[in-house]
T-cell receptor, first 112, second 112 residues
Framework: QKEVEQNSGPLSVPEGAIASLNCTYS??????FFWYRQYSGKSPELIMF????GDKEDGRFTAQLNKASQYVSLLIRDSQPSDSATYLCAVTRMDSSYKLIFGSGTRLLVRP | SQTIHQWPATLVQPVGSPLSLECTVE??????LYWYRQAAGRGLQLLFYSVGIGQISSEVPQNLSASRPQDRQFILSSKKLLLSDSGFYLCAWSWTNHYGYTFGSGTRLTVV
């Protein structure tokens, strides 16, 4: 079982729709959870982080965390073609506060 | 503000040749430093991390090594490259991972 699992996609949504990206993790002791966006050929950039159960909103982005289900999601409202990218979920390991473990990413395509 | 520099941006090297990739961070002291590799279409694999000068932890046995000769300098090396060493190499820094990592722009390495 992978430590962090994501559907590889592509997830295709029309412009203006809500894109929902999901991630599950195996380490029940994980404390911190992150979403990165990676455009093709570029390095990942941090867009959201969440530590507590529930929702966290930042502009068009909402991160959701459910530790009991070991599930993290990212919602993108009013999706734009510029949101087309690969979204990487990352979590910390319980055995170390220094390391982030990444999922393989979900590719999002926003159709104009 | 903090910035992270990584070079070169692209590199084509023959099998069996040595490798040296350099990463430096500006605007902070005693950062945690990381080297990741991303194979084509794959997720990020943690290779090495360092929490201080001279302190290197290796995540996977491989053909690579890392060094941290100065507080804000992190070097990835190999004595003899293999074809399987091709990939996108990313350096990252953090204070603690509660705030996630900031990545450099990456080095795309092709071993031929």
């Amino acid at each position: 079982q992978k430590e962090v699992e994501q559907n590889s996609g592509p997830l295709s949504v029309p412009e203006g729709a809500i894109a929902s990206l999901n991630c599950t993790y195996s380490d029940r002791g994980s404390q911190s959870f992150f979403w990165y966006r990676q455009y093709s050929g570029k390095s990942p950039e941090l867009i959201m982080f969440i530590y507590s159960n529930g929702d966290k909103e930042d502009g068009r982005f909402t991160a959701q965390l459910n530790k009991a289900s070991q599930y993290v999601s990212l919602l993108i409202r009013d999706s734009q073609p510029s949101d087309s990218a690969t979204y990487l979920c990352a979590v910390t390991r319980m055995d170390s506060s220094y390391k982030l473990i990444f999922g393989s990413g979900t590719r999002l395509l926003v159709r104009p | 503000s903090q910035t992270i520099h990584q070079w070169p941006a692209t590199l084509v090297q023959p099998v069996g040749s040595p490798l040296s990739l350099e990463c430096t961070v500006e605007g902070t002291s005693n950062p945690n430093l990381y080297w990741y590799r991303q194979a084509a279409g794959r997720g990020l694999q943690l290779l090495f991390y360092s929490v201080g000068i001279g302190q290197i932890s290796s995540e996977v046995p491989q053909n690579l090594s890392a060094s941290r000769p100065q507080d804000r300098q992190f070097i990835l090396s190999s004595k003899k490259l293999l074809l399987s060493d091709s990939g996108f190499y990313l350096c990252a820094w953090s204070w603690t991972n509660h705030y996630g990592y900031t990545f450099g722009s990456g080095t795309r390495l092709t071993v031929v």
